[in-house]
């Protein structure tokens, strides 16, 4: 799965600027990694959090990044994500069980 985050993050991982700083204050590094190796797509606000961090618009990132699938509004939190898998409906674990435990 490609995100709208995932040619940016590699582009800036070839440069070495994905450092300690990055890591510590705009994402964790197992989070980049999943998004870096295609296992999970990106939020709308990690994608703001990652263009404040270096200084450029979220447009730009999302503009200039090819994506296989559209933008999803989560069923519980209605935050917009990019899912991970075609058939997702939920931002996160968190609110996948949350769902599931007030429709339960």
């Given amino acids: 799965m490609r995100s709208h985050l995932q040619p940016f993050l590699v582009q800036k991982q070839q440069s070495g600027k994905l450092?300690?700083?990055f890591f510590s204050t705009v994402?964790?590094?197992k989070r980049t990694n999943a998004i870096l190796n295609g296992l999970?797509?990106?939020t709308?606000?990690?994608?703001?959090?990652?263009a404040k961090h270096f200084k450029t618009t979220s447009k730009e990132i999302i503009e200039h990044a090819p994506v296989s699938s559209p933008e999803k509004n989560c069923d519980y939190c209605a935050k917009p994500f990019i899912p991970a898998k075609p058939k997702a409906r939920?931002?996160?674990d968190a609110?996948?069980?949350k769902s599931h435990r007030e429709n339960a």
């Fill in 95 to 97: 609110c996948r069980n």
């Fill in 44 to 50: 709308i606000r990690e994608i703001n959090n990652v």
């Fill in 40 to 42: 999970a797509g990106a």
């Fill in 19 to 21: 450092d300690a700083a």
């Fill in 90 to 92: 939920f931002c996160s």
């Fill in 27 to 29: 994402m964790s590094e």
